[in-house]
Protein backbone atom coordinates (compact mmCIF):
# COMPACT_ATOMS: atom_id res chain seq x y z
CA UNK A 1 0.00 0.00 0.00
CA UNK A 2 1.14 3.55 -0.81
CA UNK A 3 2.18 5.75 1.54
CA UNK A 4 -0.60 8.91 0.89
CA UNK A 5 -2.77 5.66 0.82
CA UNK A 6 -2.17 4.30 4.11
CA UNK A 7 -2.53 7.78 5.36
CA UNK A 8 -5.81 8.24 3.68
CA UNK A 9 -6.65 4.82 5.18
CA UNK A 10 -5.68 6.27 8.89
CA UNK A 11 -7.80 9.44 8.25
CA UNK A 12 -10.70 7.88 7.70
CA UNK A 13 -10.60 5.46 10.52
CA UNK A 14 -9.96 8.12 12.91
CA UNK A 15 -13.09 10.00 11.45
CA UNK A 16 -15.08 7.51 12.00
CA UNK A 17 -15.32 7.32 15.50
CA UNK A 18 -14.73 11.12 16.85
CA UNK A 19 -15.78 10.88 20.34
CA UNK A 20 -12.91 8.35 21.17
CA UNK A 21 -10.38 10.13 19.00
CA UNK A 22 -11.28 13.58 20.47
CA UNK A 23 -10.82 11.99 24.14
CA UNK A 24 -7.85 10.75 23.28
CA UNK A 25 -6.32 13.72 21.65
CA UNK A 26 -7.89 15.87 24.56
CA UNK A 27 -6.19 13.69 27.04
CA UNK A 28 -2.61 14.35 25.07
CA UNK A 29 -3.64 18.02 24.58
CA UNK A 30 -3.95 17.82 28.87
CA UNK A 31 -0.74 16.19 29.64
CA UNK A 32 1.45 18.04 26.63
CA UNK A 33 0.32 21.10 27.89
CA UNK A 34 1.21 20.50 31.47
CA UNK A 35 4.75 19.00 30.50
CA UNK A 36 4.80 22.58 28.35
CA UNK A 37 3.61 24.83 31.20
CA UNK A 38 6.73 23.63 32.67
CA UNK A 39 9.24 23.77 30.09
CA UNK A 40 7.96 27.26 30.06
CA UNK A 41 8.14 27.84 34.17
CA UNK A 42 11.55 26.94 34.04
CA UNK A 43 12.22 28.69 30.99
CA UNK A 44 11.34 32.38 32.35
CA UNK A 45 11.75 31.94 35.57
CA UNK A 46 15.60 31.20 34.42
CA UNK A 47 15.74 34.33 32.22
CA UNK A 48 14.18 36.25 35.45
CA UNK A 49 17.35 35.41 37.78
CA UNK A 50 19.71 35.70 35.02
CA UNK A 51 18.29 39.01 34.71
CA UNK A 52 18.72 39.86 38.50
CA UNK A 53 22.01 38.66 38.44
CA UNK A 54 23.13 40.71 35.60
CA UNK A 55 21.98 43.77 37.06
CA UNK A 56 23.97 43.37 40.35
CA UNK A 57 27.24 42.12 41.15
CA UNK A 58 28.98 38.27 40.83
CA UNK A 59 26.89 36.35 43.43
CA UNK A 60 30.42 36.55 46.07
CA UNK A 61 31.27 36.12 49.95
CA UNK A 62 32.22 38.90 52.33
CA UNK A 63 34.21 38.17 55.29
CA UNK A 64 35.43 40.67 57.31
CA UNK A 65 36.66 40.42 61.57
CA UNK A 66 37.10 43.10 64.03
CA UNK A 67 39.32 42.46 67.19
CA UNK A 68 41.78 44.56 69.18
CA UNK A 69 43.60 41.71 70.11
CA UNK A 70 43.77 40.04 66.62
CA UNK A 71 45.48 40.99 63.76
CA UNK A 72 44.10 42.66 60.67
CA UNK A 73 43.03 40.85 57.55
CA UNK A 74 46.31 41.01 54.79
CA UNK A 75 46.35 40.73 51.35
CA UNK A 76 48.46 37.25 52.47
CA UNK A 77 45.39 36.27 53.55
CA UNK A 78 43.97 36.13 49.63
CA UNK A 79 46.36 33.10 49.00
CA UNK A 80 45.63 31.11 51.97
CA UNK A 81 41.76 31.37 51.74
CA UNK A 82 42.43 30.14 47.79
CA UNK A 83 44.11 27.74 49.26
CA UNK A 84 41.55 26.39 51.83
CA UNK A 85 38.48 26.18 49.97
CA UNK A 86 38.24 24.98 46.95
CA UNK A 87 35.73 25.85 44.42
CA UNK A 88 36.51 29.64 44.32
CA UNK A 89 36.84 31.68 41.25
CA UNK A 90 38.36 34.66 42.29
CA UNK A 91 39.56 36.65 45.70
CA UNK A 92 40.05 40.04 45.88
CA UNK A 93 40.17 42.59 49.31
CA UNK A 94 38.68 45.93 49.95
CA UNK A 95 39.23 48.49 51.74
CA UNK A 96 37.02 51.60 52.90
CA UNK A 97 39.04 54.54 51.37
CA UNK A 98 36.60 57.72 51.68
CA UNK A 99 32.83 58.85 51.45
CA UNK A 100 32.64 62.53 50.15
CA UNK A 101 32.64 64.23 47.59
CA UNK A 102 33.56 64.22 43.96
CA UNK A 103 34.16 67.74 41.80
CA UNK A 104 35.08 67.87 38.50
CA UNK A 105 34.93 71.51 37.58
CA UNK A 106 31.63 73.07 37.96
CA UNK A 107 29.83 69.48 39.25
CA UNK A 108 29.91 68.01 42.92
CA UNK A 109 28.16 64.68 43.63
CA UNK A 110 28.48 62.62 47.05
CA UNK A 111 30.12 59.44 46.30
CA UNK A 112 31.97 56.18 47.81
CA UNK A 113 35.35 54.92 47.34
CA UNK A 114 36.50 51.92 48.10
CA UNK A 115 40.42 50.84 47.78
CA UNK A 116 40.64 47.45 46.02
CA UNK A 117 43.00 44.75 45.33
CA UNK A 118 43.92 43.66 42.07
CA UNK A 119 41.54 40.88 41.71
CA UNK A 120 38.49 43.09 42.23
CA UNK A 121 37.09 43.07 38.76
CA UNK A 122 36.68 39.00 38.85
CA UNK A 123 35.16 38.81 42.08
CA UNK A 124 32.65 41.47 41.33
CA UNK A 125 32.14 40.44 38.23
CA UNK A 126 32.68 43.97 36.76
CA UNK A 127 34.03 44.92 33.45
CA UNK A 128 36.18 47.41 32.08
CA UNK A 129 34.33 49.99 29.21
CA UNK A 130 36.92 52.23 28.48
CA UNK A 131 40.45 52.55 29.22
CA UNK A 132 42.16 50.13 31.84
CA UNK A 133 42.25 48.32 35.00
CA UNK A 134 44.87 49.24 37.75
CA UNK A 135 48.31 47.42 36.46
CA UNK A 136 51.60 46.32 38.66
CA UNK A 137 53.11 49.94 38.22
CA UNK A 138 49.89 51.82 39.85
CA UNK A 139 50.13 49.40 42.92
CA UNK A 140 54.38 49.83 42.95
CA UNK A 141 54.49 53.37 42.73
CA UNK A 142 51.09 54.37 44.79
CA UNK A 143 49.61 56.13 41.77
CA UNK A 144 46.79 58.54 42.17
CA UNK A 145 44.16 56.95 39.56
CA UNK A 146 41.17 55.93 39.95
CA UNK A 147 38.76 53.47 38.30
CA UNK A 148 34.75 54.78 38.10
CA UNK A 149 31.89 53.63 36.59
CA UNK A 150 29.43 54.60 34.35
CA UNK A 151 26.58 56.42 36.99
CA UNK A 152 29.43 58.63 38.30
CA UNK A 153 30.85 59.78 35.01
CA UNK A 154 27.35 60.60 34.35
CA UNK A 155 26.66 62.45 37.33
CA UNK A 156 29.81 64.39 37.09
CA UNK A 157 29.55 64.97 33.73
CA UNK A 158 33.05 63.99 32.00
CA UNK A 159 31.62 63.49 28.37
CA UNK A 160 32.07 60.41 26.49
CA UNK A 161 35.63 59.46 27.52
CA UNK A 162 36.71 60.30 31.03
CA UNK A 163 39.81 58.65 31.07
CA UNK A 164 42.84 61.17 31.58
CA UNK A 165 40.22 63.87 33.14
CA UNK A 166 41.39 64.96 37.15
CA UNK A 167 38.63 64.77 39.64
CA UNK A 168 39.07 65.50 43.34
CA UNK A 169 37.30 63.63 46.48
CA UNK A 170 37.48 65.46 49.89
CA UNK A 171 40.25 68.00 47.55
CA UNK A 172 42.79 65.08 46.66
CA UNK A 173 43.66 65.30 42.89
CA UNK A 174 42.96 61.56 41.35
CA UNK A 175 43.48 61.09 37.47
CA UNK A 176 40.53 58.78 36.14
CA UNK A 177 42.07 55.84 34.28
CA UNK A 178 39.23 53.78 33.82
CA UNK A 179 35.28 53.49 32.93
CA UNK A 180 33.65 50.63 34.20
CA UNK A 181 29.89 49.18 34.26
CA UNK A 182 27.65 50.05 37.20
CA UNK A 183 26.51 47.18 38.80
CA UNK A 184 24.24 47.23 42.53
CA UNK A 185 26.31 45.70 45.02
CA UNK A 186 22.70 43.52 46.07
CA UNK A 187 19.20 43.45 45.27
CA UNK A 188 18.42 45.96 47.60
CA UNK A 189 20.84 47.88 46.79
CA UNK A 190 20.18 51.51 45.41
CA UNK A 191 22.22 52.56 42.36
CA UNK A 192 25.15 55.09 43.30
CA UNK A 193 28.36 56.48 41.63
CA UNK A 194 31.36 54.41 42.62
CA UNK A 195 35.24 55.01 42.80
CA UNK A 196 37.91 52.51 43.16
CA UNK A 197 41.47 52.89 44.13
CA UNK A 198 44.24 51.01 44.58
CA UNK A 199 45.08 49.16 47.89
CA UNK A 200 48.45 50.34 47.66
CA UNK A 201 47.78 54.06 47.25
CA UNK A 202 45.21 53.24 49.90
CA UNK A 203 48.23 52.06 52.27
CA UNK A 204 50.30 55.01 51.87
CA UNK A 205 47.67 57.72 52.59
CA UNK A 206 46.29 56.16 55.33
CA UNK A 207 49.59 54.38 57.05
CA UNK A 208 47.61 50.66 57.64
CA UNK A 209 48.85 48.11 55.81
CA UNK A 210 45.41 46.25 56.11
CA UNK A 211 41.81 45.06 54.16
CA UNK A 212 38.86 45.43 55.23
CA UNK A 213 37.19 42.37 53.84
CA UNK A 214 37.61 39.67 51.60
CA UNK A 215 35.29 39.10 48.53
CA UNK A 216 34.73 35.28 47.67
CA UNK A 217 33.16 34.58 44.34
CA UNK A 218 32.66 30.77 44.34
CA UNK A 219 32.52 28.95 40.67
CA UNK A 220 28.61 28.04 41.03
CA UNK A 221 26.09 29.77 42.48
CA UNK A 222 25.20 27.05 44.19
CA UNK A 223 28.17 26.53 45.93
CA UNK A 224 27.23 30.24 47.81
CA UNK A 225 25.91 29.10 50.95
CA UNK A 226 28.61 26.51 51.11
CA UNK A 227 31.35 28.90 50.79
CA UNK A 228 30.02 31.34 53.27
CA UNK A 229 29.90 28.32 55.90
CA UNK A 230 33.11 27.53 55.24
CA UNK A 231 34.80 30.86 55.32
CA UNK A 232 33.51 31.59 58.65
CA UNK A 233 34.68 28.26 60.35
CA UNK A 234 38.11 28.96 58.73
CA UNK A 235 38.12 32.68 60.37
CA UNK A 236 36.49 31.70 63.25
CA UNK A 237 39.20 29.29 64.00
CA UNK A 238 42.13 31.16 62.59
CA UNK A 239 40.93 34.13 64.64
CA UNK A 240 39.02 32.60 67.89
CA UNK A 241 39.25 35.83 69.98
CA UNK A 242 37.90 37.75 66.96
CA UNK A 243 34.28 39.03 66.06
CA UNK A 244 33.73 37.18 62.29
CA UNK A 245 30.43 38.50 59.94
CA UNK A 246 30.49 36.88 56.81
CA UNK A 247 27.47 37.94 54.50
CA UNK A 248 26.97 36.98 50.55
CA UNK A 249 25.18 39.18 48.01
CA UNK A 250 22.67 36.35 46.19
CA UNK A 251 20.99 34.56 48.85
CA UNK A 252 17.52 35.92 48.14
CA UNK A 253 18.47 34.69 44.28
CA UNK A 254 19.74 31.33 45.37
CA UNK A 255 16.46 31.09 47.11
CA UNK A 256 14.46 31.88 44.07
CA UNK A 257 16.23 29.46 42.45
CA UNK A 258 15.79 26.55 44.66
CA UNK A 259 11.91 27.64 44.91
CA UNK A 260 11.53 27.32 41.30
CA UNK A 261 13.53 24.02 40.78
CA UNK A 262 11.22 22.71 43.30
CA UNK A 263 8.36 24.20 41.87
CA UNK A 264 9.33 22.90 38.17
CA UNK A 265 9.89 19.80 39.46
CA UNK A 266 6.67 19.14 40.93
CA UNK A 267 4.62 20.51 37.75
CA UNK A 268 7.03 18.47 35.70
CA UNK A 269 5.45 15.15 37.68
CA UNK A 270 2.12 16.27 37.21
CA UNK A 271 2.66 16.35 33.57
CA UNK A 272 4.39 13.29 33.10
CA UNK A 273 0.95 11.91 35.54
CA UNK A 274 -0.99 13.20 32.52
CA UNK A 275 0.85 12.17 29.72
CA UNK A 276 1.48 8.53 30.96
CA UNK A 277 -2.75 8.96 31.53
CA UNK A 278 -2.97 9.94 27.94
CA UNK A 279 -0.64 6.84 27.00
CA UNK A 280 -3.19 4.51 28.88
CA UNK A 281 -6.00 5.57 27.12
CA UNK A 282 -4.38 5.42 24.12
CA UNK A 283 -3.59 1.91 24.36
CA UNK A 284 -6.99 0.98 26.10
CA UNK A 285 -8.17 2.71 22.59
CA UNK A 286 -6.48 1.14 20.55
CA UNK A 287 -7.01 -2.63 21.70
CA UNK A 288 -10.72 -1.73 21.67
CA UNK A 289 -10.02 -0.80 18.00
CA UNK A 290 -8.48 -3.96 16.97
CA UNK A 291 -10.93 -5.72 18.89
CA UNK A 292 -13.73 -3.81 16.92
CA UNK A 293 -11.93 -4.00 13.61
CA UNK A 294 -10.87 -7.49 14.36
CA UNK A 295 -12.76 -9.08 10.56
CA UNK A 296 -12.15 -5.85 9.13
CA UNK A 297 -7.99 -6.92 9.71
CA UNK A 298 -8.68 -10.68 8.53
CA UNK A 299 -10.42 -9.33 5.21
CA UNK A 300 -7.26 -6.79 4.64
CA UNK A 301 -5.08 -9.65 5.45
CA UNK A 302 -6.59 -11.86 2.92
CA UNK A 303 -6.25 -9.37 0.17
CA UNK A 304 -2.59 -8.88 0.68
CA UNK A 305 -2.26 -6.54 3.41
CA UNK A 306 1.14 -7.07 5.27
CA UNK A 307 1.26 -7.25 8.83
CA UNK A 308 3.90 -4.20 8.83
CA UNK A 309 0.49 -2.13 7.08
CA UNK A 310 -1.32 -3.51 9.71
CA UNK A 311 0.90 -2.60 12.32
CA UNK A 312 1.28 0.94 10.80
CA UNK A 313 -2.01 1.96 10.21
CA UNK A 314 -2.68 1.39 13.87
CA UNK A 315 0.49 3.15 15.37
CA UNK A 316 -0.15 6.22 12.80
CA UNK A 317 -3.34 6.63 14.16
CA UNK A 318 -2.04 7.22 17.99
CA UNK A 319 1.07 9.24 16.35
CA UNK A 320 -2.02 11.55 14.03
CA UNK A 321 -3.99 11.79 17.40
CA UNK A 322 -0.51 12.98 19.30
CA UNK A 323 0.44 15.24 17.25
CA UNK A 324 -3.12 16.95 16.91
CA UNK A 325 -2.88 17.30 20.61
CA UNK A 326 0.55 17.73 21.67
CA UNK A 327 0.63 20.67 18.31
CA UNK A 328 -2.79 22.45 19.57
CA UNK A 329 -1.06 22.39 23.33
CA UNK A 330 2.16 24.05 22.40
CA UNK A 331 0.24 26.41 20.73
CA UNK A 332 -2.58 27.29 23.30
CA UNK A 333 0.49 27.15 26.17
CA UNK A 334 2.31 29.44 24.04
CA UNK A 335 -0.47 32.35 23.30
CA UNK A 336 -0.93 32.38 27.45
CA UNK A 337 2.76 32.84 28.30
CA UNK A 338 2.60 35.41 26.51
CA UNK A 339 -0.23 36.81 27.64
CA UNK A 340 1.04 36.32 31.19
CA UNK A 341 4.44 37.76 30.71
CA UNK A 342 3.14 40.65 29.14
CA UNK A 343 0.94 41.22 31.78
CA UNK A 344 3.49 41.14 34.49
CA UNK A 345 6.56 42.33 32.40
CA UNK A 346 8.39 38.99 32.17
CA UNK A 347 11.05 38.16 29.84
CA UNK A 348 9.25 35.75 27.37
CA UNK A 349 10.62 34.04 23.81
CA UNK A 350 9.17 31.44 21.97
CA UNK A 351 12.04 28.29 22.23
CA UNK A 352 11.86 25.85 19.37
CA UNK A 353 13.62 23.32 21.66
CA UNK A 354 10.68 23.39 24.43
CA UNK A 355 8.15 23.00 21.55
CA UNK A 356 10.41 20.22 20.11
CA UNK A 357 10.50 18.22 23.27
CA UNK A 358 7.03 18.58 24.25
CA UNK A 359 6.01 17.34 20.61
CA UNK A 360 8.54 14.34 21.51
CA UNK A 361 7.15 13.68 23.90
CA UNK A 362 3.68 13.30 23.14
CA UNK A 363 5.14 11.36 19.96
CA UNK A 364 6.90 8.87 22.22
CA UNK A 365 3.97 8.31 23.88
CA UNK A 366 1.81 7.84 20.95
CA UNK A 367 3.96 5.19 19.80
CA UNK A 368 4.98 3.13 22.52
CA UNK A 369 0.78 3.64 23.64
CA UNK A 370 -0.22 1.80 20.79
CA UNK A 371 2.97 -0.58 19.32
CA UNK A 372 2.09 -3.74 21.51
CA UNK A 373 -2.01 -3.61 20.18
CA UNK A 374 -0.58 -2.87 16.85
CA UNK A 375 1.71 -5.49 17.13
CA UNK A 376 -1.36 -7.88 18.36
CA UNK A 377 -3.39 -6.89 15.51
CA UNK A 378 -0.63 -7.55 13.32
CA UNK A 379 -0.19 -10.97 14.08
CA UNK A 380 -3.94 -11.89 13.67
CA UNK A 381 -4.25 -14.98 11.26
CA UNK A 382 -7.00 -13.92 8.55
CA UNK A 383 -8.59 -17.36 8.56
CA UNK A 384 -9.56 -16.17 13.05
CA UNK A 385 -9.96 -12.80 12.27
CA UNK A 386 -13.00 -13.77 9.42
CA UNK A 387 -14.01 -15.78 12.01
CA UNK A 388 -14.56 -12.91 14.88
CA UNK A 389 -17.67 -12.08 12.00
CA UNK A 390 -19.76 -14.76 13.31
Known amino acids: MRKFDLLRLTWQSLKSNPLRSGLTTFGVFMGVAAVNATLQVRTI?????????????????????????SPNLRLE?????????????????????DYGNATYEDNTVETYVEAVSPDHLLTSG??????????????????PVVVIDRLLAEQLELGQDPTGKRIYVSGRP??????????LRSQSAEPRGEMLVSLALYEASSGFRRINALSLR?????????????????????????????SNNAEDILQQKETLTLASRGLLAVG????????????????????????????RRAIG?????????????????????????????????RVVANR???????????????????????????????????????????????
Not at 80 to 96: D, M, T
Not at 278 to 299: D, H, K, Q, Y
Not at 316 to 327: C, D, F, K, R
Not at 361 to 385: H, I, K, T
Request: net charge negative; proline share 4%; with cysteine.
Open 77 to 97: DIDWVKRQIPGLQAVSGSAFY
Open 305 to 337: ATQRTIMLQFVLEAVLLSLIGGISAAIAVDGLT
Open 126 to 143: RSILQGRFFNQADFDNYR
Open 218 to 246: PNRLEDLIRVEEEVEALFTQRFPQASIWA
Open 272 to 299: MIALLVAGVGIANITIASVMERTPEIGL
Open 45 to 69: STAVIEAQLARQEAPQVFISLWSRN
Open 174 to 183: HVVIGLMNTK
Open 344 to 390: FELPYNFEITTAGLSLGAALCVGVGSSFFPALRASELEPVQALRSRN
